[in-house]
């Protein structure tokens, strides 16, 4: 006993020495650090509020020009522009038939359209089911091209840019892209090809997501609350302003000729759809985003799945940032705003800022401070700002506004691994280019049965159990605990709820689990 508290004592001494000259100057700098971040995040949401309530108000001008087709006695289907569908696909076995269905389900002149699957499937089993599944529809007389590698380089833009090889797919103008999981409705393309047809500086027609799966489960929730706030205000915030925004990759169409300017796609990130909008833009091509137009798609349900899927999407555009950075600089086709709001706005606040100031001051800073009572957070900068940050983010989700709580416990815990990836990716290390496929369940009414019979699912420690959340829960608990007994701003009751939800997500209480078969 008497050791222990003469270590106690020893520890207490140092921490004394080094709290003066060296954890209080260190503290203070990341608070006004992160109140500064803070403001960046808070002007880019009120700008982008403000933008939308206009729009709401006075209605979105349309710019570019929409009209159908007209039957052409003399030209025949020839007046219809040739278009390439692309279905990448990798070990896709519960979605597989949803996505070629859906691609050979497209209303277009039948001669004008070329379905093509681009499957990387590692399992012989599934990619001999997806090649029957081509075959089918190709006894149909639908126009159907199964395509396979030896190899699987580059992942998917190496997928896409083989895909485009082919002579068949040269001939093609425009080029729809979905991935394995989206079904679009039968008339996407009349929705979509006429603006590309009638506007000749449209290289990409953008549509919305619709998530058939947001009621699964709370994780599942909590993405729609995150997502729609992508697609309501961000996507069409840049669309509607005429600035800039990312290709998702997916439920998109590309003119031929804007693909081949920008150089075709590159796999130097994990991003290769923001990448090639970034590229394309900077050539001089607008993009179009139709939030009325929705296509059907599936959220990931397993938290491991959610983890893998945000490590890329947090990791890929810092990296892209530090390897275009000065490209965009140096580029003399677009206009010095434009340049701006796609280096400031589009990349440094909404991919890098607002990752890392949501971890570090709400994560580390702020809790850090109850044992550092010289430091004082300005209740503007630890309530008023997040507060209304949450809330610009949260109406993108009426339905979920009760479930808010439980988001931004949600997103705090997210960001440790989002800030981590965003490192990742700036500073090039390790895991930089690790692609894992999103793992996908089709109908989500089979996954909810699956779920609910394997209520004890066995598990290895290191898929479900996650160390670094449990390290920090243990963290936020120790500094609630300490807050308690002596603090006076009651920042334990924040710090004890959030501490319970990094356990809950450590511990992988999260989401349905699926185990692998």
């Not at 027609?205 to 489960?217: G, P």
Request: charged share 20%; glycine share 6%.
């Amino acid at each position: 006993m008497e050791s222990m508290f003469g270590g106690g004592q020893v520890v207490m001494v140092i921490w004394r020495q080094m709290k003066a000259p060296l954890v209080v100057p260190f503290l203070r700098m990341m608070m006004y650090v992160c109140l500064g971040m803070s403001i960046m995040l808070l002007v880019e949401r009120v700008y982008m509020a403000l933008v939308i309530i206009f729009i709401k108000l006075f209605g979105k001008r349309q710019r570019y020009k929409w009209e159908s087709f007209k039957d052409d006695v003399e030209l025949g289907n020839s007046a219809y522009p040739l278009v390439l569908v692309q279905i990448p696909m990798f070990n896709e076995k519960e979605v597989y038939q949803l996505s070629i269905g859906a691609a050979c389900g497209l209303s277009w002149p039948s001669d004008r359209i070329v379905i093509q699957v681009l499957d990387d499937s590692t399992d012989p089993f599934i990619k001999e089911m997806v090649e029957i599944e081509c075959q089918k529809w190709a006894s149909k007389g639908i126009n159907i091209h199964y395509q396979v590698r030896d190899n699987r380089k580059g992942y998917k833009a190496g997928a896409l840019k083989e895909g485009l090889k082919h002579r068949y797919a040269n001939e093609c103008e425009y080029v729809a892209i979905f991935d394995a999981d989206f079904q679009p409705e039968p008339d996407f393309l009349w929705q979509t090809i006429p603006f590309l047809h009638h506007n000749s500086e449209l290289g990409l027609v953008q549509a919305r997501w619709k998530f058939v799966n947001s009621d699964e489960c709370l994780l599942t929730r909590m993405q729609e609350m995150s997502l729609d706030y992508h697609f309501k205000v961000e996507q069409e915030v840049g669309s509607s302003t005429y600035a800039f925004f990312g290709f998702n990759g997916t439920a998109g169409v590309w003119r031929m000729a804007a693909i081949n300017e920008a150089g075709g796609w590159k796999d130097r990130t994990t991003v290769e759809d923001m990448d090639l909008a970034v590229r394309a833009s900077l050539k001089g091509w607008k993009f179009l985003y139709l939030g009325s137009l929705k296509v059907k798609n599936e959220l990931p349900s397993t938290l491991k799945a959610y983890r893998y899927q945000q490590h890329r999407w947090s990791c890929g555009p810092a990296n892209l940032f530090r390897k275009m950075v000065f490209e965009i600089i140096r580029n003399k086709r677009v206009t010095l705003s434009k340049k701006l709001y796609v280096m400031y706005n589009f990349f440094f606040v909404r991919k890098i800022v607002a990752h890392i100031v949501t971890f570090v001051f709400y994560c580390v800073v702020l809790p850090a401070t109850v044992m550092v009572p010289e430091i004082i957070i300005p209740r503007w900068g630890a309530v008023y700002i997040p507060t209304v940050i949450t809330i610009l983010n949260a109406v993108g989700t009426p339905r979920s506004f009760h479930l808010l709580v439980f988001w931004i416990l949600f997103e705090n815990v997210m960001s440790l691994h989002r800030t981590k990836a965003t490192f990742i990716g700036l500073f090039e290390a390790q895991r930089v280019n690790e692609w894992v496929v999103t793992e996908k369940h089709g109908d989500s009414s089979k996954v909810k049965g699956a779920t609910k019979q394997l209520k004890k699912p066995h598990f290895k420690i290191g898929e479900r159990v996650l160390m670094l959340e449990l390290g920090m829960g243990f963290f936020l608990f120790t500094c609630g605990c300490y807050d308690f007994a002596f603090g006076k701003d009651m920042y334990f009751i924040y710090l004890y709820v959030q501490a319970i939800a990094f356990f809950i997500m450590g511990f992988g209480y999260v989401g349905t689990y699926v185990p692998d078969s």
